[in-house]
Nanobody, 121 residues
Framework: QVQLVESGGGLVQPGGSLRLSCAASGSIFSINAMGWYRQAPGKHRELVADITSGGSTNYADSVKGRFTISRDNAKNTVYLQMNSLKPEDTAVYYC???????????????WGQGTQVTVSS
């Protein structure tokens, strides 16, 4: 079993910044892609950004140039630096990881519990 624990959400004014962190722990042999998704009230969950184990990144058009995803493979941790935040960035942000289990064969998809980000004056 693998656990993803997120931190760093909160309330911020428009134009402000936040940094989200997500640490994976448990039965991990390796982690392929890690990513951040978000879900606003009444909307579907959407990809914000993801990053491969080699460091290749992918961003939603709505956050390009404002958000930066990074990871520390030694710590099994992924980060999301969010700058120039807008009210439309308000959502619950979820961490995701594609994990090769240390014991069981195959790849498994895990999610964090979510962290609220609210952008408001």
């Amino acid at each position: 079993q693998v656990q993803l624990v997120e931190s760093g959400g909160g309330l911020v004014q428009p134009g402000g910044s936040l940094r989200l962190s997500c640490a994976a722990s448990g039965s991990i042999f390796s982690i392929n892609a890690m990513g951040w998704y978000r879900q606003a009230p009444g909307k579907h969950r959407e990809l914000v950004a993801d990053i491969t184990s080699g460091g290749s990144t992918n961003y939603a058009d709505s956050v390009k140039g404002r958000f930066t995803i990074s990871r520390d493979n030694a710590k099994n941790t992924v980060y999301l630096q969010m700058n120039s935040l807008k009210p439309e960035d308000t959502a619950v942000y979820y961490c995701n990881a594609e994990v090769k289990d240390a014991v069981l064969p195959g790849l498994y998809d895990y999610w964090g519990q979510g962290t609220q980000v609210t952008v408001s004056s």
